[in-house]
């Protein structure tokens, strides 16, 4: 399974964007899609999680209420909606693919390149 993320950008705070996680493979549907983050100096760390079938998600709390993840099997993509951004949401964003819907970056056996946020203030 190969993963390409897009969509990051510069931002100003309050303000929105839509992260994109294409894949390859046919077996998309069958993996639980995660997405994560890493600010410069700190470690990669859990923002939000998706079931194989879309029904169930899983977030962060400094996310909760503001991002939103989705997928889309028919395309092989995988969403995170991210509004009313904030400078501490500045990161490298990753999306990676999983057997189980887990938080753990350990659980994820396949990663995207990344693609970066900024958020100004």
């Known amino acids: 399974v190969q993963l390409q993320a897009s969509g990051g950008g510069l931002v100003q705070a309050g303000g929105s964007l839509r992260l994109s996680c294409a894949t390859s493979?046919?077996?998309?549907?069958?993996?639980?899609m995660g997405w994560f983050r890493q600010a410069p100096g700190k470690e990669r760390e859990f923002v939000a999680a998706?079931?194989?079938?879309?029904?169930?998600?899983y977030y962060t709390g400094s996310v909760k209420g503001r991002f939103t993840i989705s997928r889309d099997n028919a395309k092989n993509t995988v969403y995170l909606q991210m509004n009313s951004l904030k400078p501490e949401d500045t990161a490298v964003y990753y999306c990676?693919?999983?057997?189980?819907?887990?938080?753990?970056?350990?659980?994820?056996?396949?990663w995207g390149q990344g693609t970066l946020v900024t958020v100004s203030s």
């Open positions: 998706v079931s194989w079938n879309g029904i169930v998600t």
């Open positions: 493979g046919r077996t998309f549907s069958s993996y639980a």
């Open positions: 990676a693919a999983g057997n189980s819907l887990r938080v753990d970056v350990g659980s994820y056996d396949y």
